[in-house]
């Protein structure tokens, strides 16, 4: 049996992310979580002639039996931000959320596949981290934070560069999961050698700050949901891939701990420096992370904005890390 959780299954992202996992033939249980809501979702999914069977669960009573077992926990799961709400007020809201998820992942799924999509990413890997540490289950090639839809949202952006096939261009992106910790590796895109360095600094920033055009364009309605869901279902859907099918040489960008792969590790941190967690191309395998492969060759450009990366990243780090172990809990 196959069972994947969703977390947060009711929401602008879930609903959409679950209506895409349920399509895949590698899922046999597809679990649905959410604090409100989650019977009408998974009533409605339910009726979709895959192979899927699906279960709706509601509220912090059910959860364990959500996430009894699963194989992998995906979640999407938190509150988007209100008016007149500072982004801390947002993260000791959301830091909680994961929290609390994560404990029940450490509990009844210790050895599940955590894919995290909550905001901030930078920060809320690490919370799930020191969870699982306390647990004494942790093991950092099974935790892992989503930032494929910065590579989406790359390809689509530079393909129109450079008159190339968006689903076919592959346009590493390393780092972080917001703003100036987003840095695409644009020099190592076939055909971007004709694109003047102007243009490029256009559509990193673009790159960069892409959620800030789908939250301007719903007018304040929404953030990247559908998007999200496609990029995050994709994700998730090379996790299985690799670890049922064995399919190999399959590469994926996310946000990792190095210690994931300590071995190769170090090419990464000689490039960017110290740093614990950082968005590197990642070979998949049985186990998650089966090797972490380097950045490869870099323009003076993208060094410029890795040093910016690292720096901002290490604050974030420290945020998510400390949400655990200071913990007044």
């Known amino acids: 049996m196959v069972k994947v959780t969703v977390c947060g299954a009711s929401g602008g992202i879930g609903q959409p992310l679950s209506l895409l996992l349920k399509q895949s033939d590698l899922i046999t249980h597809l679990s649905l979580y959410d604090v409100v809501n989650t019977a009408g979702v998974a009533a409605d999914l339910s009726h979709i002639n895959t192979k899927s069977k699906v279960t709706g669960h509601s509220g912090p009573d059910q959860l364990e039996e959500a996430i009894k077992d699963s194989f992998i926990v995906v979640i999407p799961a938190g509150v988007p931000r209100k008016p007149g709400m500072t982004r801390d007020d ?84 390393v780092g972080g999961h917001s703003g100036a910790t987003i840095v695409p590796l644009l020099s190592q895109v076939p055909g971007i050698g004709a694109v003047p360095q102007e243009q490029l600094a256009q559509v990193t920033h673009r790159i960069q700050y892409g959620g800030d055009e789908v939250v301007k364009a719903k007018d304040g309605a929404g953030s990247a949901t559908l998007s999200m869901a496609f990029a995050g279902a994709r994700f998730a859907l090379s996790v299985l891939s690799a670890a049922i099918k064995g399919t190999s040489h399959l590469i994926e960008y996310t946000y990792v701990h190095l210690d994931a792969d300590k071995e190769h590790s170090k090419a990464i941190t000689d490039v960017v420096g110290e740093v614990d967690y950082f968005s590197v191309p990642v070979e998949l395998g049985i186990q998650g992370v089966q090797k972490i492969h380097p950045l490869g060759t870099l323009s003076d450009y993208e060094k410029s904005l890795l040093g910016a990366c690292t720096e901002e990243l290490k604050g974030n780090i420290v945020k998510g890390t400390t949400f655990i172990t200071e913990s007044k809990l």
């Open 90 to 173: 947002l993260f000791k809201i959301n830091g909680g959320i994961i929290s609390g998820l994560a404990t029940a992942a450490a509990k009844f799924c210790p050895k599940a596949f955590i894919c995290v999509i909550s905001n901030p990413v930078n920060s809320t890997v690490p919370i799930v981290t020191e969870v699982f540490k306390q647990h004494n289950v942790y093991d950092p090639r099974r935790i892992f934070g989503v930032t494929t839809l910065d590579l989406v949202r790359a390809s689509t952006f530079v393909s129109e560069l450079v008159g190339a096939e968006a689903s076919q261009l592959r346009v590493p992106v």
